[in-house]
Nanobody, 126 residues
Framework: QVQLVESGGGLVQAGASLRLACAAS????????MGWFRQAPGKEREFVAT????????RSADSVKGRFTISRDNAKDTVYLQMNNLKPEDTAVYYC???????????????????WGQGTQVTVSS
């Protein structure tokens, strides 16, 4: 079992930055690929970014490319999402997820992930 706890969400104005963190406990964090997803009201949960177990491979959604950066610190069992130049359309609950199935590359598919956090709210005002 892996437990994931997100933090760092909040209410900001457009153009601001936030850094989300996801702290993991339980099984060995460094053997899991990690992902960030988000879900806005009335919409499906969508992929934001993913990182392989080593941190050597990352991918992000086109909608956040150039603004959001995923990283991880295996010594601290934590994955981060640095979000810059936030826009109102980034408003959502952000979830982190862990996958043992695609540890080497990460994945943009929700179905690839074994464990999910409870989410943290990000609200961007215009």
């Amino acid at each position: 079992q892996v437990q994931l706890v997100e933090s760092g969400g909040g209410l900001v104005q457009a153009g601001a930055s936030l850094r989300l963190a996801c702290a993991a406990s339980g099984r060995t964090f460094s053997t899991y690929a990690m992902g960030w997803f988000r879900q806005a009201p009335g919409k499906e949960r969508e992929f934001v970014a993913t990182i392989s177990w080593s941190g050597g491979s990352t991918r992000s959604a086109d909608s956040v490319k150039g603004r959001f950066t995923i990283s991880r610190d295996n010594a601290k069992d934590t994955v981060y999402l640095q979000m810059n130049n936030l826009k109102p359309e980034d408003t959502a609950v952000y979830y982190c997820a862990a996958s043992s199935k695609v540890a080497g590359l990460g994945s943009s598919l929700k179905e690839s992930y074994n464990y999910w956090g409870q989410g943290t709210q990000v609200t961007v005002s215009s």
